[in-house]
């Protein structure tokens, strides 16, 4: 190489990596501004849930406003979005395909969801953070006038945000948003933006007295082979129940849409259903979050066989019928009842089956191992991790083509290396 190639290769290089520097210093800025921008945003709507569950536990009668709140929340995104509502998975659809995301979405979502707990319908509140937290970083990306890709990535971002400031699971929130776009693949150029984004908005979170939920597991046997075997049998058990949830889910609203095309009455319908349940239960156990209840199982408290086919049911109305909010709080009190449920009927410590539960539905639901495993060790500790690492393998293992979101693609099939890019069932 004479003097002159050596010349303009040494300027190439120092060339690209100048403009390497540039671009992690400007992504290291917007995923910081992503997480304090959404980190705001995420906690005001996490303390105003608080306010709103904690106003509706005492006052009992607004359980009666069921059927009047469903119609509200259609009133508004009929009259504000005017593009069909597709939940989290409008989020997805525009990672995938550069769908239109709209800016309008957050404050909608973050109105329609306080507007669901207040009247009691059981829903969660995670599915509207990743709504949340996507529409404020494609928002800013549009903004910044950032290209496709880029504006993907803080969409992603604005996601892993959201989640981690209102659930407080950074690691697992950064992870996720990556993760559940396509099953089989994981978009690792957003790994630094969006576990800087989460540890920002966590931060912010925290600062303003929104906490972690961490749980307790009372006894965690020695694992052996026996002990192995049971988990591994429980997990099966819930991936199908992660199926079971996921079906429901999508056959009821599918049955209710084409039954019942007009939406102010569909929402009539199941407002009502849902209040109806209320009153024959006799309780509204079933009704908003049900976190105190997540927390019951991990405190010795007797729980029924029936309490998580009683949560899928109520979800289900709530979900099917127009209310906002999301499934993955639904998700771990079904995993969590089902645990502790099958921990005392089997003997076997009842917190440990509840925190495997909770897990293992997760992964089933999501289509998402690792995001799954990171939220057991964040919300549990990591000495029960053998037995959480088999429940979230053989949850996804059981769990198939089915997921919440339709959305999301399974790119590479689950049983072998195959390329099969086709949706969720």
């Avoid at 990596?17 to 992690?24: G, I, K």
């Avoid at 550069?98 to 969660?124: M, N």
């Avoid at 790994?191 to 908005?201: D, E, G, M, T």
């Avoid at 999301?326 to 925190?355: H, K, N």
């Amino acid at each position: 190489m004479n003097n002159q190639e050596f010349k303009e290769e040494f300027i190439h290089k120092v060339d690209h990596n100048s403009h390497r520097a540039l671009s992690v210093i400007g992504w290291t800025a917007a995923a910081i501004f992503i997480g304090i921008v959404v980190g705001l945003f995420a906690t005001a709507f996490g303390l105003s849930m608080r306010f709103v569950v904690e106003t509706r536990s005492k006052i009992k009668w607004l359980i009666f406003l069921l059927p009047i709140g469903a119609v509200l929340i259609t009133f508004i995104y009929k009259k504000v979005l005017k593009v069909k509502d597709s939940g989290t998975n409008i989020v997805i659809a525009a990672i995938q395909s550069d769908e239109r995301l709209p800016f309008r979405l957050a404050p909608l979502i973050f109105v329609a969801t306080l507007i669901t707990h207040f009247v009691g319908g059981s829903a969660g509140r995670e599915g509207a953070a990743l709504q949340m937290g996507g529409a404020i970083g494609n928002g800013i990306g549009r903004a910044l006038k950032l290209n496709s890709t880029n504006k993907k990535t803080m969409i992603m971002c604005g996601m892993s945000a959201a989640f981690s400031a209102l659930f407080g699971t950074p690691m697992a929130a950064a992870i996720f948003s990556m993760e559940v776009i396509s099953v089989g693949i994981m978009h690792y150029a957003a790994l630094v933006p969006c576990v800087i984004s989460s540890l920002v908005a966590r931060f912010i979170a925290a600062y303003f007295g929104l906490g972690s939920e961490i749980y307790k597991i009372q006894l965690i046997p020695t694992f052996t082979v026996k002990s192995a075997i049971m988990i591994s049998l429980f997990a099966i058990v819930c991936g199908f129940a992660s199926i079971l949830f996921c079906t429901m889910l999508h056959k009821y609203e599918e049955f209710l849409s084409s039954k019942v095309p007009n939406p102010y009455i569909k929402a009539v319908i199941g407002g009502t259903s849902v209040l109806l349940l209320t009153l024959i239960v006799g309780n509204q156990t079933y009704n908003s979050t049900g976190s105190a209840i997540i927390a019951s199982c991990f405190t010795g408290a007797s729980i029924s066989l029936c309490t998580f086919i009683l949560k899928m049911v109520f979800t289900t109305l709530t979900l099917s019928c127009g209310y906002k909010g999301g499934e993955i709080v639904p998700t771990l009190f079904i995993g969590a009842t089902l645990g502790a449920a099958v921990g005392q009927l089997i003997g076997v410590s009842p917190s440990l089956l509840a925190a495997v539960g909770m897990g293992a539905l997760f992964c089933g639901v999501t289509n998402c191992p690792i995001s799954s495993l990171l939220i057991c060790f964040e919300l549990f500790g990591y000495e029960p991790m053998p037995y959480f690492l088999l429940a979230v393998a053989f949850s996804y293992w059981v769990s198939g083509y089915t997921g919440l979101y339709r959305a999301q693609k399974i790119v590479y099939s689950k049983y072998r290396s195959n390329y099969i890019d086709k949706k969720v069932d």
